[in-house]
């Protein structure tokens, strides 16, 4: 069984840009959340996504949206980038919540 | 907000010794704790969670003990192996919003 996968892998952009990342979570898996992990930290909470609606929202701007599709993968999507968007972008999935969330390897996006 | 501490940020245990990493979290609502082990590059692991309903959970050479009264959480690797070298995040998850907050992380060297 294929674990969850994100892609891009890595990515580069300039200030200003908007950027869209996208997960296939765990056959079977139900459940998708985002994370933003910054170098030295833990990841921080974005959004959590269930049965194609939103269930949790982290303290990020509205430049930050995310939706879930009917195959239960994911897109997030981040409007007007800064440079301090520059992180490693992990999804995770679950059966559905409250249970056991597997991180996928993460979208490195780098904002120049 | 939520928040979740996590002690100490770096930690140096001889190989054979045992190391313990502690967290504590804010809101009483969390009800789920999840310990992630993450090696350079790669993406966060689960090794071991608990639920506020035990006190103790232990798999192989790691346990997680949970103290709801005075919200500490920790976790307790025996008979380290240089394997165990990485990085471990705790985390806690309030259960109204599904979303699982994540501690700074313990850098953990295992010497020869």
């Known amino acids: 069984d294929a674990g969850v996968t994100q892609s891009p892998t890595h990515l580069i952009k300039t200030r200003g840009q908007h950027v869209t990342l996208r997960c296939s979570p765990i056959?079977?898996?139900?459940?998708v959340s985002w994370y933003q992990q910054v170098l030295g930290q833990g990841p921080q909470f974005i959004f959590q996504y269930y049965e194609k609606e939103e269930r949790g929202r982290g303290n990020f701007p509205d430049r930050f949206s995310a939706r879930q599709f009917p195959n239960y993968s994911s897109e997030l999507n981040v409007n007007a980038l800064l440079l301090g968007d520059s992180a490693l972008y992990l999804c995770?999935?679950?059966?559905?919540?409250?249970?056991?969330?597997?991180f996928g390897p993460g979208t490195r996006l780098t904002v120049t | 907000g939520e928040n979740v501490e996590q002690h100490p940020s770096t930690l140096s245990v001889q190989e054979g010794d045992s190391a313990v990493i502690k967290c504590t979290y804010s809101d009483s609502a969390s009800n789920y704790f999840p310990w992630y082990k993450q090696e350079l590059g790669k993406r966060p692991q689960l090794i071991i969670d608990i639920r506020s309903n035990v006190g103790e959970k232990k798999d192989q050479r790691i346990a997680v003990t949970l103290n709801k009264t005075a919200k500490h959480f920790s976790l307790h690797i025996t008979e380290t192996q240089p394997e165990d070298s990485a990085v471990y995040f705790c985390?806690?998850?309030?259960?109204?919003?599904?979303?699982?907050?994540f501690g700074k992380g313990t850098r953990l060297h295992i010497l020869p």
């Open positions: 985390a806690a998850r309030v259960n109204r919003d599904d979303k699982i907050i």
């Open positions: 056959s079977g898996h139900k459940s």
């Open positions: 995770a999935s679950s059966l559905r919540p409250p249970h056991e969330q597997y």
